[in-house]
Every structure is written in C-alpha cells, then in structure tokens.
C-alpha cells in the first residue's frame, strides 16, 4: 500500500509513541497538583511547552495547547475580534480558501456584527500583499491568511502580509498547518502574531495542537472551568499527548531540510508525470508549494470515482481536505482559484511522506494514467469532449 495522503494525517514517528507510551505507564499525575506525582507531570509539560515554542522562535508563555489545529484557529480568531470589538474596530480579512475552521468561524462572527473581508485568490493559488494592505480599513481588527494551503499546498507570501499588518497595527494570525515543521516557520521573523498547528500533520498524536499567541495579546476562553494555560484553556492537560507531539516536532524540525530536498525532487517527478495526461492541469503554483503536494485536475471524470479505483491499486489519496471528504460539492478551494464545477469535481490530491520512494511515484503516475483513461472511456462528459459537443477547459 502506498500512502499518499498526509495532508490528512500522518503516522505517528516511533519516538512520539515511544513518548507517549512511556508517559502513560510512568508520568500519570495531574500536573495541576502539588504532590510529587503531579509535579513530575508539570516539568514535563513545562519542558514541551518550551520545545514547541523554541522551534517557531517563541516564547514558552506563548504557547498554549489545545486539541488540535481547529480549536487553536477559533480561539486565536474569536480572541482577535473580542479585542476588535473592544476598542470599535469589526472588520477582518481572510482569503476564500482558508480552512473551514477558519471561514466558519468567520460566518460565525459574522451573525455578531462584525464585516468580513475575503480577497480573492489568484490562478497560481496565491495571495498578492498587495492586495491584503488596500483591503484593511481604520476598523480592521484581523488579518487571517493560512500559511500553506491544506488542498493545492501553495505557500503565501507570511512575511510581507504579517509586515503590512504591522504597518497598519492589525493582528495577524495564520493557520500554519500545513506548514510546521515541512517548512521554515519563525514567528519574530515572519511578524506573525498569533498562530495554530496540529501534532497530527508532523508525525504527532491526534487530538493535540497548539496556539502561539504574541504575549501582548488577551486571549478570549473557548473553554471555562479550570486554571490551566494560564486560566486561558480549561480541562487538565493531556500530558502524554502534549510531550509525544513536542518529540515529533523536534523530530520533524532537524530532519525538515533533508525531507524537503527529498520530498521536492519526489513532488517535481510526479508533477512532470501526471502533466503528461492529456487535458489535465496542476492546482496551485509549481514552486511556491510544500514539497510533499501534488494536485492535479482530470477533465471529463469524477475523483470520487479516481479515489476507489486507486485504492484497488493500492494507492491512498483523496479529492481534497479529509475535513470535507462527505461532501459531494467541488472543492471550494479549486473554485476560489478559478476552476469551474466541471473541472474541479475530478481533482486529485497526493501528498507524500518521507518514506515514498522514486519506485512509489512511478507507480501513481503509471496508476493515475490508466484510471483516467479508464474512467474517460466510459464518462458521457469525455465523449461529449471528444465529439466537439462541448469545448475543452483544460
């Protein structure tokens, strides 16, 4: 089985289960106790907490964790606009491709009186700062732009944006996802000041994440009952999972520049190969993107379709964001960069890993090459095509 689908999740490095399984056997105490049991359990959190934030250049106060990429998102977000509202200002920006704990959280506030501002993205998958800075107003309160883009993998211009806001005394939060630990992320030098991530997407444990939080900033509960995080994030802290994702980080971090090198050359073959399929169409910048995204559009076929027989072939991929794979709608991802209904119902998203081998891309290339022909061959879409009743989008 080739796995091809870690934008949705990978598996746990060997040293995070190790991390947590020794945890659980050995360290089971409340860290918010006084006795020796709970104490124990306080340094390691301590010391996780101070990992994580030495890896994006942070401080450890600046980190709270949560239970994953979502929670930090609504938090970081909700926290922003009460400050907004506060002090008169109810205007955030995003973009139309964010990650839906991003944009529905946004439609949310937007129920509460606050205007929403979504730029447009361009063919390439980019946003143009250009763009970000004539859009903020007297009364923007939030920038929100994701790092790397959970679909087509494009990687958006973080620092310039988190300057403009800057300039404009605007927070600047980003989802970086996708992100952590697959690219350089420093939160001083990319003028970041409020960001979440997910130990699930950087060989970690589900259910945990965290949020930095510059310290000037006053966050807003998501969750009372407790003192945890600083009184910011109640329930008793899941230790194990929070050390085990700080492990992986670390992990991921020393070893990101050698899976990069690997990963682009991997990427860049698979891109050539399935480029080679007539009428199909790469989503997304070919440079400005992780190295371990691939995604494509096959004119004239379903990718639900293209996802079973691949999995018969032994290849898991998906369509899209694993968030919204129930749902028969187009990716709103491909239509915000332009692709039509059409178009953006046959797309495919691989995303490798560290362990896929030069043996694995020819195999999804050869794959992808005899589905598409196979599904084409009987798609009253592809003969309409081929008949001259329809014109080629592709």
């Given at each position: ?115 929403v501002t979504l730029l447009d993205v361009h063919e390439n998958g980019l946003i143009i700062p ?23 993998g494009t990687i958006q211009p973080i620092r310039e944006i988190g300057a403009i806001c800057h ?228």
């Open positions: 089985m080739i796995y091809a689908d870690n934008a949705a999740t990978t598996k746990m490095s060997q040293a995070a289960i190790d991390k947590m399984i020794s945890l659980n056997n050995e360290v089971w105490g409340n860290p918010s106790s006084l006795y020796g049991f709970g104490q124990k359990a306080k340094e390691i959190l301590e010391e996780a907490r101070k990992d994580v934030a030495d890896v994006i250049g942070a401080e450890p106060r600046e980190i709270l964790f949560t239970s994953g990429g979502s929670e930090a998102d609504n938090q970081a977000i909700r926290s922003a606009a009460e400050l907004g509202r506060k002090n008169g200002r109810m205007h955030i920006i995003s973009s139309a491709f964010e990650h839906h704990a991003v944009l529905h959280t946004l439609q949310r506030l937007e129920k509460e009186g606050f205007e250009e763009e970000v800075e004539a859009a903020i107003r007297d009364d923007t309160c939030l920038v929100t732009i994701m790092f790397a883009n959970n679909e087509i300039k404009h005394n605007v927070i600047f939060h980003t989802d970086a996802v996708q992100a952590i630990a697959h690219i350089p992320v420093n939160v001083i030098d990319d003028n970041i000041d409020m960001l979440s991530a997910s130990a699930h997407k950087f060989h970690g444990p589900k259910g945990v994440g965290f949020l930095y939080a510059k310290k000037t900033i006053r966050l807003t509960n998501l969750i009372e009952g407790g003192a945890q995080e600083r009184g910011k994030r109640a329930g008793t802290e899941n230790v194990p999972g929070i050390a085990a994702m700080a492990t992986a980080l670390k992990e991921a971090n020393e070893k990101r520049e050698e899976n990069a090198k690997h990963l682009t050359a991997m990427r860049d073959k698979l891109i050539a190969g399935l480029s080679a399929i007539p009428h199909s169409a790469l989503n997304g910048d070919a440079v400005k993107r992780l190295p371990g995204n691939v995604n494509f559009c096959f004119e004239g076929i379903e990718g639900e379709s293209l996802l079973l027989l691949l999995d018969d072939k032994g290849i898991a991929a998906s369509s899209g964001s694993a968030c919204t794979s129930g749902s028969l709608d187009p990716s709103h991802v491909l239509l915000a960069i332009g692709r039509v209904h059409d178009v953006a119902h046959g797309s495919l998203r691989l995303s490798i890993g560290e362990d896929t081998t030069d043996e694995d891309v020819n195999y999804m290339i050869q794959s992808v090459k005899e589905v598409v022909e196979y599904l084409r061959g009987f798609s009253p879409i592809w003969r309409d095509l081929q008949a001259g009743k329809k014109e080629y989008i592709l």
